[in-house]
């Protein structure tokens, strides 16, 4: 069969692009040198038959109607807000910071009249705020700073967070209430049936065919495609010509645990001052799946293996403008993705942002774009471009 889109890797950014090039009448073939579909927000049951996600715990959250709307064709939802703790000691806190974070903490009596003279009395105010340091350090000083931020973000990253950009941090905001929510955002749900069932039917359309196990680069000569999207490490693309470029990895380790209905009260614990991982997480808080076991996984940082973060510092920001001026030379190839555009993006992110590369795509390959289509929008949330020509 004529392929005229061959799309490279099968998770969010990957199965997008091939679900709307589909719609519109084109012939794709979609390719993941992984043997299963979704990429890292792949999620499978383990062999206790509890629900789990391999590459670590996804929770599903955005402020897009548009992208909740569009992945809904996909899926139904099992609504669900994340809840997160951190050790301090002996005590288990919640992440944001609070003013029960620092009632607890101090043993002290705060409430949303006084919290915020609390800040500004511990706070080192900095200008400008070029780090992940400057971040903390801003908004609640010291030694919140050292208790929950300084020794989880040196083993997350390998990095202080003097090093890392600001971006790293400000994921994490400080609140000056009692929500104790991970995210606050309209619409946090998982998928009902998880979300491989979810990429299951984005990629069963008539004009996609989906190759697992076959990598990219061995394969390439075999293919004739009018178009190349990209979904895997942009340096990768270039054989690393010019130095590899920073990702960071984990090693997820999975334990299950018989007759122990729960493990932990929320789903994910973070420690950020012991032990080598950063955080454990309790799938059955977040899929609702009832089950007389419980499966968790902690994670390990490191540098080497699978690439699954890239590293927010100016340096790699500038390695990455020369891989990215290359790309934009590319006439047939379009790199889209958390790797192939080297951004922190959450999964609606990627959703938005694989949407806009499909509309490039059809616009290079002639066809026409309904002006009320999906990627004809801005995207909230895709705040890089997509690398597109001009
Ligand atoms: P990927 O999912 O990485 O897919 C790229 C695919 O390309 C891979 O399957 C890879 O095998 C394939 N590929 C690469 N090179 C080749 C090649 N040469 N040939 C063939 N195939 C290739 N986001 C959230 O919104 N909420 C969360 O709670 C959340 N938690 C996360 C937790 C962890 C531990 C991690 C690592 C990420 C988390 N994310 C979360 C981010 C989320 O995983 C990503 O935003 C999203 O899955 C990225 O999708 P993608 O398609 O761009 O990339
Ligand atoms: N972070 C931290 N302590 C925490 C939670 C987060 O220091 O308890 C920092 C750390 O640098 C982390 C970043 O904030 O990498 C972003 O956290 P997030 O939970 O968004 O990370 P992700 O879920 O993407 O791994």
């Given at each position: 069969m004529k392929t005229d889109v061959l799309v490279v890797g099968a998770g969010f950014s990957g199965a997008v692009v091939a679900e709307q090039l589909a719609g519109r009448g084109l012939n794709v073939l979609v390719v993941d040198r992984?043997?299963?579909?979704?990429?890292?927000?792949h999620d499978r049951h383990d062999a206790h038959g509890v629900l789990i996600h391999p590459y670590g715990p996804h929770i599903f959250h955005t402020n897009s109607q548009r992208i909740f709307d569009y992945l809904s064709q996909f899926t139904s939802w099992r609504p669900y807000e994340h809840r997160v703790l951190a050790r301090a000691g002996e005590l288990l806190l919640p992440i944001p910071i609070n003013i029960d974070t620092v009632n607890r903490l101090y043993g002290l009596d705060l409430d949303e009249r006084t919290i915020q003279a609390f800040f500004d009395g511990v706070r080192e105010p900095?200008?400008?705020?070029?780090t992940s340091e400057d971040v903390v350090l801003n908004a609640v000083g010291r030694d919140l700073y050292e208790r929950f931020f300084r020794g989880y973000t040196r083993k997350q990253?390998?990095?202080?967070?003097?090093?890392?950009?600001?971006s790293v941090a400000a994921r994490v905001p400080t609140r000056v209430?009692?929500?104790?929510?991970?995210f606050t955002d309209t619409f946090q749900a998982m998928p009902l049936e998880g979300y491989t069932a979810l990429f299951s039917r984005l990629l069963d359309q008539p004009g996609i065919r989906l190759e697992l196990g076959v990598d990219f680069f061995r394969m390439r000569q075999r293919i004739k495609a009018s178009h190349i999207v990209f979904t895997g490490p942009v340096d990768a693309y270039y054989a690393q010509c010019y130095g590899a470029l920073p990702y960071r990895s984990i090693r997820f380790e999975h334990e299950h645990l018989q007759d122990t209905a729960q493990y932990q009260s929320v789903g994910t614990i973070n420690?950020?001052?012991?032990?080598?991982?950063t955080r454990i997480t309790e799938f059955k808080h977040v899929t609702g799946q009832v089950h007389s076991g419980t499966s968790i996984v902690r994670e390990f940082p490191q540098a080497e293996g699978e690439p699954y973060y890239p590293v927010p510092r100016p340096e790699n920001e500038a390695l990455f403008k020369r891989y990215e001026a290359l790309a934009l030379k590319e006439r047939d190839v379009t790199f889209v993705g958390r790797l192939a555009q080297y951004r922190y993006y959450n999964m609606d992110q990627c959703v938005g942002a694989a949407m806009k590369a499909a509309e490039y795509v059809l616009q290079k390959l002639g066809r026409r774009v309904a002006?009320?289509?999906?990627?004809?929008q801005p995207v909230p949330g895709a705040d890089a471009p997509v690398i597109l020509r001009p």
């Open positions: 992984r043997d299963h579909i979704g990429g890292n927000a900095r200008h400008p705020i070029r990253w390998g990095l202080d967070p003097s090093e890392l950009a600001a209430n009692r929500d104790d929510r991970y420690y950020p001052t012991d032990f080598d991982y002006p009320d289509s999906p990627g004809a």
